[in-house]
Nanobody, 118 residues
Framework: QVQLVESGGGLVQAGGSLRLSCVASGSISSNNVMGWYRQAPGKQRELVATVFSDSSTNYADSVKGRFTISRDNAKNTAYLEMNSLKREDTAVYYC????????????WGQGTQVTVSS
């Protein structure tokens, strides 16, 4: 089992920045994949960004150039730095932990609200 605790959400004006953190604990695997997803009201949950154990990353087109995902393996923590926030970034952001890149076994955090006002 893996537990995920997210923090860093909040209310920010358009153009502002926020940094989300996700701390993983429990049975941590060495080649895990961590990622951030988001779900806006009335919409499906969508991938925002993922970071692999070697720190390689991928991003949704909608956040490329504005968001940066990173990780600190020593702290079992993933971060999402969000800059130039837009109203359409408003959503509940969920941390995801996948056991490995080739596994479908994953875990979810409880979610943290990000609200961007105009």
């Amino acid at each position: 089992q893996v537990q995920l605790v997210e923090s860093g959400g909040g209310l920010v004006q358009a153009g502002g920045s926020l940094r989300l953190s996700c701390v993983a604990s429990g049975s941590i695997s060495s080649n895990n994949v961590m990622g951030w997803y988001r779900q806006a009201p009335g919409k499906q949950r969508e991938l925002v960004a993922t970071v692999f154990s070697d720190s390689s990353t991928n991003y949704a087109d909608s956040v490329k150039g504005r968001f940066t995902i990173s990780r600190d393996n020593a702290k079992n923590t993933a971060y999402l730095e969000m800059n130039s926030l837009k109203r359409e970034d408003t959503a509940v952001y969920y941390c995801n932990y996948r056991v490995s890149w080739y596994s479908s076994r994953d875990y979810w955090g409880q979610g943290t609200q990000v609200t961007v006002s105009s």
